[in-house]
């Protein structure tokens, strides 16, 4: 079992920044940022892997980088010109790896951090 403790949440107009933090008791084979904004379901933002890879989705490619500090377990998400449309509840994401069926999928949430972008 993976804890995850989010941090960094807020409120912050439009075309603002904010950075989210994850401390994590361990990094897994993936690491990732989820949002689930009011009255929708869960939504994929980003992840990275070990050795530095990232995905992003489309809405936020250009605007959000996500980073980690394997000396610290930390996983970090700076998000820039924040819209209306990133207002959500942003959890952070470990994958559990199975070696015979070669997967790594996301497995573990954090209970995550509010952030709200008032227009």
């Known amino acids: 079992q993976v804890q995850l403790v989010e941090s960094g949440g807020g409120s912050v107009p439009a075309g603002g920044s904010l950075k989210l933090s994850c401390v994590a008791s361990e990094f897994s084979c993936k690491m990732g940022w989820y949002r689930q904004a009011p009255g929708k379901g869960r939504e994929f933002v980003s992840s990275i892997s070990p050795d530095g890879v990232t995905v992003y989705a489309d809405s936020v490619k250009g605007r959000f980088t996500i980073s980690q500090d394997n000396g610290k377990n930390t996983l970090y998400l700076l998000m820039d010109s924040l819209n209306s449309e990133d207002t959500a509840v942003y959890s952070c994401?470990?994958?559990?790896?199975?070696?015979?069926?070669?997967?790594?999928?996301?497995?573990?949430w954090g209970r995550g951090t509010r952030v709200t972008v008032s227009s």
């Open positions: 994401a470990a994958a559990k790896g199975n070696k015979i069926l070669r997967t790594c999928s996301f497995t573990y």
